[in-house]
């Protein structure tokens, strides 16, 4: 098992920056990829960025350019970077991590609001 802790979130205006953070704990060493998504209310919940074991990185199209995914493998942490915020980005974030085994873990979100 696995499990995420994620911070960071909060209120900003729009042109502002965040930066989440999200700590994974217990079966660690199975974490082969993280990543965030987001759920806009009404909306599904999608895919913001990844990142792999490896340094590979993926980015919605909606957030490239402005978010940047890393990971600090020491502290099985990962970060997501996000500048010059847009009120359309306002959703619950959510750290995901898969397992080598085949399971995702989700942590419990945080509510990102960017005002106009």
């Known amino acids: 098992q696995v499990q995420l802790e994620e911070s960071g979130g909060g209120l900003v205006q729009a042109g502002g920056s965040l930066r989440l953070s999200c700590a994974a704990s217990?079966?660690?060493?199975?974490?082969?990829?993280m990543g965030w998504y987001r759920q806009a209310p009404g909306k599904q919940r999608e895919l913001v960025a990844t990142a792999t074991n490896g340094g590979s990185t993926n980015y919605a199209d909606s957030v490239k350019g402005r978010f940047t995914i890393s990971r600090d493998n020491a502290k099985n942490t990962v970060y997501l970077q996000m500048n010059s915020l847009k009120p359309e980005d306002t959703a619950v974030y959510y750290c995901?991590?898969?397992?080598?085994?085949?399971?995702?873990?989700w942590g419990q979100g945080t509510q990102v609001t960017v005002s106009s």
């Open positions: 995901k991590a898969s397992a080598h085994w085949g399971s995702n873990y």
């Open positions: 217990g079966s660690t060493f199975g974490i082969n990829a």
